[in-house]
């Protein structure tokens, strides 16, 4: 699992890549640990590269979301493939995030 | 039977027994009239020829007096030579025949210048026997003034006078005048003859051949001489005969009466009137003709309650005809119902037939298979027909709600016992055989409810090592021991009713165990190894067996075949820590690779049990202890399933209440959206607990 955060002045481009489950959710959650401080900022999270999430995964991107809202900021997920929109479906996270 | 159609039956009902009642009503009146005529004319036989008789002896009774007129006829003349012997001769005259009651001789005028112009004695018979004469001619008695007188001087020929009263008595009379001459053949008297009448009316109502007719005499003018007395036939009536005898009345005012008439050959012709009485004649037949109506009456009662019956016995064979028609109606309908219930699709590892002996049957066979197991059963409902169909469709209903949650075969018994206790007021029960097949291990596990054992074939032919319990629906706390064994590959269960080990040939000799080893013997023998054809052959054979005989009871044949051919198993043991998830989802991966399977589905499929695993690593061990979680998984081409096994606390996470996944953001808990992507990701997720052990089996179908 590679994360990368890119900051610009209006957001937060985070790219996620690799496979994010269980044993991969810790280590995740401390790289996107930054994400957690946006400032107001938009947080994108560029999903092109992401494989696979399991439910600890998604209680990553549910912290995140949940600080951003906060402070009215908004989390766009980029690029979702089929296999990650099937789990954001059944989860119904689909409608919490704003999917691109 | 609908208002009109009983109104027209008893109508027609009715018109037959009217139509019946009017043909011998009809009958019986030509015979009547038939015999009437008989009667009638047996009437005026009798009536003519009591005339005959009674003109003989009316006629002999006048002839009588006739005679004695000519017998003394010479005495007489010879008196008359002097006036004073006459006397002498007239008594001798009236002497000699009973009914001459006197005698007269009138002379003509001046024949003894002595004696007068008139002259006439007159001889009597007193009552006494004595007789006396008397001198009856004079100024108020002047008998040449006399008709009858008159008559026989013109006519000189004998002559009858018309019947007349005379005397205290009024007793009838009628006068024989007979002209006397002398030698010149002047005549000279007339004497005269008067001849009592009342035995006539005696005689001739003496002997009538009925009692009321009777008989009357009348002159040629119609005059009454005789008839019945008073006390016999009113003098009205008589009266009434006269009339209309003569012709004075048109019709008589008698009905009923009917008469026959004759006349006697000579002087004085008087007529014969023979009168019946119809009602009298034929009162004999007309009573019979009553009481034939009465037993027309009778037997047209009779006959219609006889029809009444015939048709009611009719109705109600109709009615149980229809009734019949019915209950075979809806036989064939429940007929139907019960092979519906029936597996009719086989996968190649079961198969199975049922033949009932009726329409209706109370064996059973069933299969269901989730989560890579089979669960097969067979049953056989003491009794067969209705009864016993009640008691197999209420079982097999049971059986696919209980198999849905229940894996172990002895809890699927008490679970269908308790059902089949609960209001069995008829005391109804079953034998019964539940198997579960895993049909990756081919781990068996069973329970008998009474039922036969049943035949392993493997390269031999063998019997289950199955503990009898008792029947189902006997009592209701029954605890079922239940037995379990692993199945080499290729090994066949063959279940069986005892309408196969009993069939009957018409020797009444059993197909039995015998007859069924030597065919499975047969059939192994044999190159066509499919399920489909070893039940065929039991089948058959049994058939074969029994020839001509009926088959006397269901026949049921199951037949299980733990078949792991294209399978593909693997397992891994992993520590209950969660990094072991990567070498999980490096197990998942090297699993697919051996089969044909969409990525997209792989990732569903893995996630879901990477999901199922981390809540065995999260919940199972609650206290860290060191554990392991082993993983096997399987699959035959069309699914896979995983069996995740720990030996931690009990933990079944099915029973774990689901997030709700429309809350918003910050309404979102945190956990349970694990078991969440399990369950929708797989087909089945199915928990149990087996020796001490949690196992959960997530099933899933990949074709």
Redesign the interface.
Same mark, same amino acid.
């Given at each position: 699992m590679i994360t990368t955060i890119k900051e610009t002045d209006e957001r937060f481009i985070a790219t996620l890549s690799g496979?994010l489950?269980?044993?991969a959710a810790q280590e995740t959650e401390v790289a996107l640990q930054p994400l957690l401080d946006s400032k107001g900022k938009e947080i994108v999270l560029d999903c092109t590269d992401l =494989?696979?999430?399991?439910?600890?995964g &998604?209680?990553v991107l549910?912290?995140i &979301?949940?600080q951003a809202?906060?402070v009215g900021s908004r989390v766009v997920l980029k690029n979702v493939n089929?296999?990650i929109r099937?789990?954001l479906d059944?989860?119904?996270f689909i409608?919490?995030f704003d999917v691109e | 039977m609908t208002m009109a159609s009983f109104k027209n039956g008893w109508m027609s009902r009715v018109g037959i027994v009217v139509l019946a009642a009017a043909m011998v009503e009809l009958i019986s009146i030509v015979q009547y009239e038939r015999v009437r005529k008989i009667m009638q004319e047996e009437m005026r036989y009798r009536g003519r020829v009591t005339l005959a008789r009674l003109s003989d002896e009316i006629s002999h009774a006048l002839e009588l007096a006739e005679t004695t007129m000519r017998e003394n006829l010479y005495y007489v003349k010879k008196s008359m030579a002097h006036p004073d012997s006459v006397n002498a001769a007239m008594i001798h005259l009236i002497d000699g025949n009973s009914h001459v009651e006197g005698g007269c001789l009138a002379f003509i005028p001046y024949y003894y210048p002595s004696k007068g112009r008139l002259f006439e004695p007159y001889a009597t018979k007193n009552k006494d026997g004595t007789y006396e004469v008397q001198q009856i001619a004079g100024p108020d008695h002047d008998y040449t003034q006399n008709g009858e007188y008159i008559w026989v001087m013109d006519h000189d020929e004998p002559s009858w006078t018309d019947p007349y009263k005379y005397g205290p008595d009024s007793v009838s009379f009628t006068t024989y005048s007979y002209p006397i001459k002398d030698a010149s053949g002047k005549i000279i008297a007339i004497c005269g003859l008067d001849v009592n009448l009342s035995w006539l009316g005696n005689t001739l109502n003496a002997h009538q051949p009925y009692p009321s007719s009777f008989c009357i005499v009348l002159t040629p003018a119609g005059d009454l001489v005789a008839g019945p007395s008073e006390d016999q036939i009113s003098a009205q009536v008589v009266q009434e005969v006269v009339s209309f005898a003569n012709g004075d009345i048109a019709q008589s005012d008698l009905p009923g009466l009917s008469m026959l008439k004759t006349a006697l050959h000579k002087e004085p012709y008087w007529q014969l009137v023979q009168v019946f009485n119809n009602d009298e004649a034929f009162a004999r037949i007309q009573k019979q003709r009553r009481q034939q109506v009465i037993y027309v009456i009778l037997c047209m009662a009779i006959l219609g309650f006889v029809i009444n019956r015939y048709t009611k016995n009719e109705r109600n064979l109709l009615k149980a005809t229809e009734e019949q028609a019915r209950i075979s109606g809806e036989l064939a309908v429940a007929s139907n119902i019960q092979k519906e219930m029936l597996p009719k699709e086989f996968p190649s590892y079961v198969y199975g037939t049922l033949e009932p002996a009726r329409e209706v049957g109370g064996d059973i066979f069933d299969f269901y298979a989730r989560d890579g197991k089979l669960f097969f059963c067979i049953g056989d409902v003491s009794g067969k027909g209705v009864p016993a169909a009640l008691l197999m469709s209420m079982t097999h209903s049971l059986f696919h709600i209980v198999t849905r949650k229940v894996d172990s075969p002895a809890h699927i018994l008490y679970a269908l016992n308790s059902e089949l206790c609960r209001g069995n007021e008829a005391n109804m029960f079953m034998t019964y055989f539940v198997g579960c097949l895993d049909l990756y291990s081919g781990e068996l596990s069973y329970a008998s409810a009474g039922h036969d054992r049943p035949f392993i074939l493997t390269k031999g032919i063998s019997m289950l090592e199955a503990k009898s319990n008792l029947p189902l629906g006997v009592f209701p706390d029954t605890s079922f021991v239940e037995q379990s064994c692993v199945l080499e590959p290729g090994t066949t269960i063959l279940l069986y009713t005892d309408g196969l080990t009993e069939a009957k040939n018409v020797a009444r000799q059993e197909f039995g165990r015998s007859g069924i080893k030597a065919t499975l013997e047969h059939f192994l023998s044999g190159s066509d190894q499919t399920l489909g054809s070893l039940v065929t052959s039991l089948s058959d054979a049994a058939h074969a067996f029994a020839g001509e005989a009926p088959q006397s009871d269901d026949l049921t044949l199951l037949a299980v075949r733990f078949d792991p051919e294209n399978q593909i198993r693997d397992s891994i043991l992993l520590k209950n820590q969660?990094? =072991? $998830? @990567?070498r999980l989802?490096s197990f998942v991966k090297e699993f697919f690779a051996k089969l044909n399977i969409d990525?997209?589905l792989a990732?569903?499929i893995? &996630?879901a049990l =990477? =999901?199922a695993v $981390?809540n065995v690593i999260d919940y199972a061990y609650p206290y860290e202890e060191e554990g392991t979680v082993s993983i096997q998984a399987d699959s035959n081409g069309k699914e896979v399933r995983f069996t995740i096994t720990d030996s931690g606390v009990p933990f079944d996470p099915t029973a774990m209440l689901e997030p709700d @996944?429309?809350?918003?953001?910050?309404n979102?808990p945190?956990g349970g959206?694990?078991i969440?992507?399990s369950r929708? &990701?797989m087909d089945s997720i199915y928990y149990s607990r087996k020796n001490g052990k949690n196992v959960l089996s997530l099933t899933k179908t990949i074709l």
């Open positions: 496979e489950d269980t044993a =494989e696979y999430i399991s439910s600890s &998604l209680r549910l912290s &979301l949940k809202k906060s089929d296999v099937d789990v059944i989860s119904g409608s919490i | 969660k990094s =072991e $998830v @990567t989802s990525h997209r990732s569903g893995r &996630l =990477e =999901e $981390v @996944t429309t809350l918003d953001a910050q979102r945190i959206l694990g969440l992507l929708r &990701l």
